[in-house]
Every structure is written in C-alpha cells, then in structure tokens.
C-alpha cells in the first residue's frame, strides 16, 4: 500500500511538471529607447562668442540609475519599467547634451590638458513622473573648479 502511494505522489509530480514544460508562454518583449532627439543628433553650427576655455569630467551617476527606465508615482516611490530600457547608460545622455550644448552651440574651447576650469557633473536622477500629464525629471549636480578651489556647485 506504502509502496502504491509513493509511485501514485510520483506520478502526480512527473504529470504536473509536465505542464509547465510542455506550455509555453509569449517571451517577454523589451524595448530600448534613447534620449538623444533628431535635431540633437544633427547639431546647429557653433555660435562664436566670448572666448571661453572649459574642460568637461566623466560625467557620473547615481547607482541605481542604469539601462531601465524608472518612473516615479509620488514623492517616495520610486520604479522601474520590466520591458523598456535605455539604449545606454543615462549620464552617455547627459555627457553627449553638455558637450554639445557647450562646444557645438555656444563655442566654448575644449580643454584636454593643462590648468583649466572643469566642470564636474554627477546625474542624480533620471526618470518618468507619472501623471495626469507625465513629464520627465532629471536632477544634476555641478562643480566648477580649478586644481586650487571650487567656485561654483
């Protein structure tokens, strides 16, 4: 009887994972978005003004910001999407946008080496708040320094 009642439990287990082998549901299908717009991407020409020299840092980010969108539904809720990512890293957004708003479009001179003001950029946060009307919030810190003093963060 013992022995009648084991390969009956047996069966049952070999019979019920059985289904969930042989079923097969739709994968999940992810997105990748990017921040860069068409317009961005072409650029306008540099606009000459008052020679102003400036060297940009890696720009870095917060740990949890990576290839997922996050979203926001309130003050303290923070999350993110399963399906959708980013085609990169956020702050490649934010590190192309500066670049290209400083030294395509307002024409500031690059600095690669020697003593120079750099401007230090850290993305805090990047993300969809949701809505009536979902809008995007991006937070960043600054410091503009030289190799003696800071003078702006």
Do not use: N
């Not at 008052?50 to 309130?74: C, F, K, N």
């Not at 990047?126 to 800071?150: M, N, Q, W």
């Amino acid at each position: 009887m013992k022995q009648l009642l084991q390969l009956w439990l047996t069966c049952l287990c070999v019979l019920s994972g059985a289904c969930a082998l042989t079923s097969r549901s739709d994968p999940m299908q992810i997105r990748y978005f990017s921040a860069d717009t068409v317009e961005a991407q072409r650029g306008p020409a540099a606009v000459r003004g008052p020679s102003v020299a400036l060297r940009l840092d890696r720009v870095r980010s917060s740990a949890h910001l990576g290839e997922p969108i996050a979203y926001r539904t309130g003050v303290h809720e923070l999350g993110y999407y399963d399906g959708e990512r980013w085609t990169e890293r956020p702050e490649a957004f934010l590190e192309r946008g500066l670049e290209r708003a400083f030294f395509q479009e307002q024409g500031v001179t690059r600095v690669v080496g020697g003593s120079s003001e750099t401007l230090s950029v850290e993305l805090v946060s990047f993300e969809e708040v949701r809505g009536a009307k979902p809008v995007a919030r991006i937070e960043v810190g600054i410091t503009l320094h030289d190799e003696r003093s800071s003078h702006l963060e």
